[in-house]
């Protein structure tokens, strides 16, 4: 109790404040952003156990400061807001009348012309030639099969990311297909509306799509996935010196091919008059990877998020991180910790090291959601292959799971590269400070410089 109203009073003076974590805030906000990350735990069971509505209860400033929530307790409010849309707009349900081998382009005829406010009413399937009542399941199989429609090669609107070859982005060259862009924002209705629905798809996209999604700045790291190449490339121009490594001759600008079309973007303002120097390099790191993730497929994203945007507010659905955006949309896996286990490979370590021991002793003491983490840490997905983790797919084809010994100090956290599935394990001196860091590691995901 003494902890409750000690909370109450911090908080009463921080609901100004709209911007997380900034320099912006009040000092009050400062100190209760601070208090909340010292007392996370509590902090979250006691939400846990409330039965009254995050935004109108005394906690109600953790909505402009959603980052010291736990997944769950985002999901909880963000549920709670969607009821409170539903409750405002009674509709009539929205028939989907469509052919079993026409499904994604009957139900874009049916869909594509309704507006945002129809689109939050209850849908329910006809499949053409059937007399199945939808009670549910025939909306869930329609899900399933939208699903896999959206990647079908026949579209061209997705393609796998070179890094696993499960994820997806948008496609550069959908432009073949000349309703391209209406096919992008029926996609993103489709899957807003799943969400909406708290139906789950199986579909992953890649950490920079999520974050286009939540307006979040995308990161140098996520290259690496994307394009190992590339980011290698980059990384040899940040790790040399330019004129040593004879790439004094670059400037602020990059070639795109958009649409069939190749142009040269300027990456700042007279970005072609800007060399590229030691001093500025980073910054040009920063850009050229945000414009190579973007660039493209710009008008692909815009199109995918207005149609997103019409079913879920953006400033709703940006609680989440990109891992948890990816949970939402495609529900907590089950990983089987034996048989990934049982296909795992060591590098300077063996099977019987001491810190190996302890890895997977805290591994098997993580709840569902913090096992998603780390799969997702380590792999860049959730997504657990069908046939096990003997399939596990890297870059270069099948890559089962590896653990290297990282000697460098043990003050370091867990690194990893997704390329490789491959996790970088410093030689930890205790158990506790391995599961300390690894649940750090996974949670915070450092990722070097972003690219606000």
């Not at 798809?201 to 939540?214: A, M, Q, T």
């Not at 600008?253 to 060399?275: D, N, Q």
Request: with cysteine; proline share 3%.
């Amino acid at each position: 109790k003494q902890w409750y109203l000690r909370w109450v009073r911090v908080s009463s003076g921080g609901q100004g404040a709209l911007s997380s974590f900034t320099s912006d805030m009040c000092p009050d906000t400062r100190k209760f952003i601070a208090f909340a990350e010292q007392h996370r735990i509590v902090l979250n069971q006691i939400l846990r156990q409330s039965t009254t509505p995050l935004s109108d209860g005394p906690f109600q400033v953790l909505v402009n400061h959603t980052r010291v929530l736990d997944f769950d307790v985002k999901r909880r409010y963000f549920r709670q807001e969607l009821d409170k849309i539903e409750e405002t707009n009674r509709r009539e349900d929205i028939a989907i009348r469509v052919r079993r081998d026409h499904v994604f382009e009957e139900s874009f005829r049916e869909l594509h012309r309704r507006s945002p406010e129809e689109l939050k009413s209850r849908l329910y399937v006809i499949f053409e030639g059937e007399e199945g009542q939808d009670a549910g399941g025939l909306l869930r199989e329609w899900y399933q099969i939208i699903a896999r429609e959206i990647f079908n090669p026949h579209y061209a609107l997705f393609t796998t990311t070179p890094g696993d070859k499960v994820t997806y982005v948008c496609n550069s060259f959908s432009h073949y297909n000349p309703n391209h862009l209406d096919y992008f924002k029926f996609v993103g209705r489709v899957i807003a509306k799943a969400i909406y629905d708290n139906k789950h798809l199986d579909c992953y996209f890649s950490r920079s799509f999520y974050k286009h999604i939540l307006g979040q700045p995308i990161s140098f790291k996520d290259m690496e996935h994307e394009d190992y190449a590339f980011y290698k490339s980059m990384m040899f121009l940040l790790e040399h010196d330019l004129v040593e490594a004879g790439l004094d001759n670059l400037d602020f600008t990059m070639e795109i091919e958009e649409f069939g079309v190749s142009e040269t973007r300027e990456l700042k303002p007279k970005g072609h008059e800007i060399a590229v120097t030691n001093a500025n390099k980073k910054e040009y790191v920063k850009l050229i990877s945000q414009m190579k993730m973007t660039g493209s497929i710009r008008s692909q994203i815009k199109a995918f998020l207005d149609g997103f945007y019409d079913i879920i507010p953006k400033h709703l659905i940006s609680i989440f991180s990109d891992n948890e955006l990816e949970l939402l949309i495609s529900g907590l896996p089950t990983i089987d910790i034996e048989d990934l286990k049982a296909n795992t490979e060591y590098h300077k370590f063996s099977i019987t090291s001491l810190q190996i021991q302890w890895f997977w002793r805290a591994l098997r003491s993580f709840s569902q959601a913090e096992r998603a983490n780390f799969l997702q840490f380590v792999t860049g997905t959730s997504k657990v292959p069908l046939q096990g983790f003997s399939s596990l797919e890297g870059m270069n084809g099948v890559q089962k799971f590896q653990i290297h010994r990282d000697d460098r100090s043990t003050d370091r956290l867990p690194s990893a590269h997704t390329c490789f599935n491959q996790l970088d394990l410093p030689v930890y001196e205790t158990y506790d400070k391995l599961r300390k860091n690894l649940l750090l590691a996974i949670n915070e995901c450092p990722e070097g410089f972003g690219l606000a």
